[in-house]
C-alpha cells in the first residue's frame, strides 16, 4: 500500500496567564491553551494524525508530559520531530485537513499565518494545509469557552 490515512484529535484547557498558540502562531487573546509544552492543540493533532497512519502511536509516546525535557517546548519543533521519524520510513505528507473548534477568538484572521509556518516546518507547499474554524454553537466546554479542540486528518504517501 503506498497510502495512509491517519486522524488526531487535541483539546486543551483556556487559562489566564498562558499564550494562545495554534499552529506556531500567537493569536491574541485573553486566554491560552494550557499544557506541558505550548499546548498547540492543532500541530499536536496533526502529528497525532501522522503518527496514526503509521501505526506509530501517539504524540505522549514521544514527547511524554511526565518528562521535563519537552516542558514548554515549541510544538513546530515536535512537528519537525515527527516529519522526520515518518520520512525515516520512506512517507511524506500529502495533504493535511485541519478544523479548529473554538467559540472565541476568531480564527479566520490567522489561518493563512498557520498554514505557512506549518507548511514550512513540514517542508511542504502551503495548499497542502487546510485549515478550517468553526464554533461548537455554544454546546459543551469548547461551547462554554472552556478550551479548544482540534481535529485534524493526514494524508501519507509513500515515495
Do not use: C
Amino acid at each position: 500500500m503506498n497510502i495512509r490515512i491517519g486522524n488526531g484529535y487535541d483539546i486543551h484547557r483556556l487559562v489566564p496567564d498562558r499564550d494562545l498558540i495554534l499552529g506556531g502562531v500567537n493569536i491574541p487573546h485573553s486566554l491560552g491553551l494550557l499544557g506541558h509544552s505550548d499546548a498547540d492543540a492543532l500541530t499536536h493533532a496533526i502529528m497525532d494524525a501522522m503518527l496514526g497512519a503509521l501505526s506509530l502511536g501517539d504524540i505522549g509516546h514521544y514527547f511524554p508530559p511526565s518528562d521535563a525535557k519537552w516542558s514548554g517546548a515549541n510544538s513546530l519543533s515536535l512537528l519537525q520531530q515527527v516529519d522526520q521519524l515518518i520520512k525515516a520510513r520512506g512517507w511524506h505528507v500529502g495533504n493535511i485537513d485541519s478544523v479548529i473548534v473554538a467559540e472565541q477568538p476568531k480564527m479566520k484572521p490567522h489561518l493563512p499565518a498557520m498554514q505557512e509556518k506549518i507548511a514550512s516546518t513540514l517542508q511542504i507547499n502551503r495548499d497542502q494545509v487546510g485549515i478550517k474554524a468553526t464554533t461548537n454553537e455554544k454546546l459543551g466546554p469548547v461551547g462554554r469557552q472552556e478550551g479548544i479542540a482540534v481535529y485534524a486528518a493526514v494524508l501519507l504517501f509513500r515515495g
